[in-house]
């Protein structure tokens, strides 16, 4: 939103007018990325044993293969091809961060396509050093928490 001018009031959430909205390449980008991780996902062959990709490898995940103990996003992997299908308690199982990965993809393919898109308005946020503080510290307790949840299961 550079060079925009969006109401002269300071408060947290505003949503602001987009000029040409069909035309804003950040819209575009946002809505092909959400496309691409979602045929992707959808893609991906999920197992209990892992991931793997038709005709293809995926790389194993260089901390696990450093140290031998898994990291905290071992498994979100195979918890995406899981959540494409719709199977939440085998994404659930694969990594508990996965229903926090889905919601964000539904809620930003919402946002580009019903907000940016038809609405031609986008969301700016303007969040206070204290509001931030909590919420690294919320998103580092998640990663934490799910780091002890792939050590103790596996």
Do not use: D, H
Not at 33 to 41: E, N, Q, R, T, Y
């Amino acid at each position: 939103m550079r060079g925009e001018t969006c109401g002269a009031e300071r408060s947290q959430l505003r949503i602001c007018p987009i000029p040409n909205a069909w035309r804003s390449s950040r819209s575009w980008a946002l809505l092909l990325s959400a496309a691409a991780i979602g045929v992707l996902a959808r893609w991906i062959v999920p197992s209990a044993a892992g991931s793997r990709l038709p005709a293809s490898w995926l790389p194993p995940c260089f901390f696990r293969r450093l140290t031998g103990i898994p990291c905290p996003f071992c498994g979100l992997t195979t918890a995406s091809a899981w959540l494409a299908r719709g199977q939440i308690e085998a994404a659930w199982n694969s990594n508990m961060l996965s229903p926090i990965v889905g919601l964000a993809f539904v809620a930003l393919v919402i946002y580009v396509t019903g907000l940016r898109l038809i609405a031609g308005r986008a969301i700016v946020f303007e969040i206070n050093s204290g509001l931030r503080r909590w919420l690294w510290a919320l998103g580092i307790l998640l990663i934490i928490l799910s780091w002890a949840r792939n050590i103790a299961f596996t």
